[in-house]
């Protein structure tokens, strides 16, 4: 079934109120009209009808009354002069006398004098049992009536008196006429003063719809100008209320906007400067640590110190820790801001290029990474890059598979969704229990004792990019039994 | 909206409902003949009363006639007066006929033939009627007086009754004034009404009218009555079927010998019909001769 022309239909009908109020009252006053004329009408036609049809009777109970001795003399001469005292209308079709075996005594036409009524209405009437006045026909062209002609008891005969209708229908048409007329007027009239109604009532709501449509270009300072204490001009006051509240609501949202944007931005400010400032040491620290493990190599006897040899390990292992922790919260803080052009970037290039980078340390862990056809992504490449980095190393760090002589295979899949790419990191790895899916995506929120070499604050900065673009991200079990990391990033900036 | 279109749509077919009933006009038709098997034939009776009675009277007897004749139909056929009947019966236009004596004597000359008459010959006579408070004692007390009679042709309540004044010392063409008013009842009421001093009539009508209004005829007294004479006739046509004319002879004469017979004779009321034939009327020739030579002139017929 073709529904464009409903909506075609609807969208007329719904577009404008309007519209709604004038062919509403223009609808329901045509209805009404309607209902009401043909209620006239009907009335009209029915008292014409019955008028006529008792004028037929009484003037034939008349005729029969005047004709019955008459008819039992056979005196059709005077039965004659009984049919002409009533008259020559010009409706009167005929006026018969007839004797009970049909023979026509009298008749308005008197050329048919002494014939016989053959025809089946006719017949209808004479084979008729009961001695009671009949309508034998009653339509909108004529009526016809029939009226016993009795003496005492007995029927000696029939008068039957037919009259046209054309009288009646003149009448009616008259009413019609008049019906049409005023109906005429009746939905002119209405259509006028639903369009004066409507016009005033949606005039002034139009005022409201262009003030929204002003505050919605940016002019913060339209206010809706509608005079009067009707309905609609409290709805402006209060919508001018509201505005105004809204216009102060927004500055001090602003200004507390401005306040957090700026005491934002000196954190970062503050984050980023300490990050600097914590990396110089560690840096030092391994600088430092290493010159010791070079010195005292020089030295035998402390080289076989175990005590010596490992607290340099864990100085040389903390200092690398704290290097990796001080970057990842630099990538955490860059990771809500673009760090270039967000536009459509070549996924596949971005994890063939991250692949190459990790190559080294791929074939240290006997990993390896699956990657298939991926979508592209709306975002700027170094976060991109960030993304895919940060949820590898995740898998690289914490998905060892249960059987250690299984290698740890990672899998990135995508996929176009509506009017977003979808990418899925996937790795075969223990996995993790659904309750704590949601939490490992906290900062330094990590399951396990182990994960050497990760900062805990991976997947943090894999949401805090997604996120930042209104993207979503979460973990689902994966194919293989690990962990499936994905991720959903929309085409265009979405407001929600 | 969908309930709006309905409301639209239901007022749209009312409205073209009540437009679309035109429907032609009707005209009888006629033809020369009735398609029935049944000859139609008419019985007509003289006035002795108006059509309403004589129909409610004489009505059953045609229903029986027609009930017991098959292929003929006859039609109970009155007339308004006595010269309307005599016009039709001497212009031939009535197939059988009960005319009364005067009147069947001479239909005899314009085709008729008796074949059969009334029974009951002794009630047959005319009668004269006065109120009570008349003061009317004796025949001549009418002199210079007004009397009423049905019709001039009328034998038993107008002929004999004249003739029965004439007999007793009164000359009806100069000592009353003769009101002749149409029917037998009429005649009555006008002796009730006082209209006139006496009014002349025959045995039935008077006892038709004591039955229909005894508190009239109680204010009335029956003061004189002729002799007998032969009573109404049955007359056919002379072109009538002679075994049809038998049938209706054979069925009306045997009239009282049945139940159902004897109740549509006491309706009349008399108790029979008889067979009878021109020559029974033979007297009623002889009393006419008599009546034009000494009473009044009759006009021929």
Known sequence: ?496 | MRNFMSWLGLAMFLLLAGCGDEQQEYQPSFVAQQAQPEKHYSFAIHPLHNPEMLLERYGPIVDYLNRHIEGAHFTLEASRNYEEFDKKLYAGQLDFALPNPYQTVNSLKHGYHVFGKMGDDHNFRGIWLVRRDSGIRKVTDLKGKKVSYPAKTALAATMMPQYYLHTHGIDVNKDVENLYVGSQESSIMNAYLGQVAAAATWPIPWMLFQQQHPDKAAQLELIWQTEPLINNGLVARSDMPKELVERVAMLLSTLHENEEGRALLARLPISRFERANDASYDVVRSFLATFSRNVRPLEPQ
């Not at chain 1, 009437?125 to 026909?137: I, Y």
Request: aromatic share 6%; with cysteine; proline share 3%.
């Open chain 1, 1 to 496: 079934m073709n529904l464009a022309p409903i909506r075609l239909l609807r969208h007329f009908w719904f577009a404008s109120i309007r519209r709604q109020v004038t062919l509403s009252f223009a609808a329901v006053s045509v209805l009404v009209m309607l209902l009401f004329g043909y209620g006239i009408l009907e009335q009209e036609r029915d008292f014409l009808r019955k008028q006529s049809v008792d004028y037929a009777q009484g003037l034939a109970h008349t005729v029969a009354v005047s004709s019955a001795s008459w008819v039992v003399a056979n005196d059709v001469a005077g039965l004659q002069e009984v049919l002409a005292s009533i008259g020559r209308s010009r409706s009167l079709r005929y006026a018969l006398v007839l004797s009970s075996e049909g023979r026509v005594l009298a008749s308005s036409q008197p050329e048919n004098v002494g014939l016989y009524v053959n025809d089946a209405l006719s017949r209808r009437l004479l084979d008729a049992t009961a001695s009671e006045p009949l309508v034998l026909l009653d339509n909108t062209a004529m009526i016809d009536v029939a009226e016993p002609v009795m003496l005492g008891n007995r029927q000696v005969g029939w008068v039957r008196i037919g009259f046209g209708r054309d009288e009646m229908a003149a009448n009616l048409r008259k009413v019609e006429r008049a019906g049409y007329l005023m109906m005429a007027v009746s939905i002119a009239a209405t259509l006028l003063v639903a369009l004066a109604l409507s016009g005033r009532v949606t005039g002034r709501l139009q005022q409201l719809v262009d003030v929204a449509n002003q505050i919605h270009a940016g002019r913060r300072d339209a206010r809706a100008q509608v005079s009067g204490s009707d309905e609609v001009s409290a709805l402006a006051d209060n919508f001018n209320t509201m505005l105004n509240e809204l216009e102060k609501s927004e500055r001090g949202l602003a200004a507390r906007g401005n306040a957090l944007s700026r005491a934002n931005t000196d954190l970062t400010r503050f984050a980023e400067i300490s990050a600097h400032h914590l990396m110089e040491p560690s840096r030092r620290l391994s600088s430092y640590s290493q010159n010791l493990r070079e010195r005292l190599d020089a030295i035998p006897e402390l080289r076989r110190d175990n005590e010596v040899r490992n607290s340099i390990e864990y100085i040389e292992r903390d200092a690398a820790r704290l290097r990796n922790l001080v970057r990842d919260i630099q990538l955490y803080l860059a990771a809500s801001e673009p760090r270039g052009a967000v536009c459509e970037e070549d996924a596949n290039a971005v994890v063939a290029a991250l692949e190459r980078r990790l190559a080294q340390r791929l074939l240290e862990q006997g990993a390896a990474i699956e990657c298939g056809a991926l979508p592209p992504a709306v975002l700027d490449k170094p976060r991109l890059n960030d993304l895919f980095a940060v949820l590898v190393d995740n898998a690289l760090i914490h998905a060892r598979p249960l059987d250690p002589a299984q290698p740890l295979r990672i899998h990135i899949g995508g996929e176009r969704g509506e009017g977003l790419s979808r990418y899925r990191v996937a790795d075969n790895g223990p996995g993790i229990p659904a309750e704590y899916r949601e939490r490992v995506f906290e900062m330094f929120e990590r399951l396990t004792a182990g994960g050497e070499g990760g900062s805990g604050i991976g997947l943090s900065i894999a949401r805090r990019i997604v996120e930042s673009r209104h993207g979503r991200i979460w973990i689902e079990q994966a194919e293989q039994g690990g962990v499936a990391v994905v991720f959903e990033l929309p085409d265009r900036e979405s407001a929600e």
